[in-house]
Nanobody, 120 residues
Framework: QVQLVESGGGLVQAGESLRLSCDAS????????MGWYRQAPGTQRELVAK???????NYAGSVKGRFTISRDNAKNTAYLQMNSLKPEDTAVYYC??????????????WGQGTQVTVSS
């Protein structure tokens, strides 16, 4: 089995920072990609940032220049550093990982989500 566990969410004021962590554990051969998505009430889940094995990144336009995704390969952990937070960043943030448990199959896994609330 594979588990993703997020941490680091909370309540902050506009302009402040938070760092989210996502720990992947279990039967993992390799991780092809790790990313962060978010979902605000009444909206669809959207990509925030994604880091593909090899180093390429992809950010939503609304967070470029404010958020940074990184990964500690040795720990199978991804981070999302969020600076200059805005009230519109308020959402549940989900970690996603594309994980290989064998050389031939890669599956997508989700964490349980962590709430980020930014007050104005």
């Amino acid at each position: 089995q594979v588990q993703l566990v997020e941490s680091g969410g909370g309540l902050v004021q506009a302009g402040e920072s938070l760092r989210l962590s996502c720990d992947a554990s279990g039967s993992i051969l390799s991780i092809d990609a790790m990313g962060w998505y978010r979902q605000a009430p009444g909206t669809q889940r959207e990509l925030v940032a994604k880091l593909i094995s090899g180093g390429s990144t992809n950010y939503a336009g609304s967070v470029k220049g404010r958020f940074t995704i990184s990964r500690d390969n040795a720990k199978n952990t991804a981070y999302l550093q969020m600076n200059s937070l805005k009230p519109e960043d308020t959402a549940v943030y989900y970690c996603n990982a594309v994980i290989r448990r064998s050389t031939s199959i890669a599956l997508s896994y989700w964490g349980q989500g962590t709430q980020v609330t930014v007050s104005s």
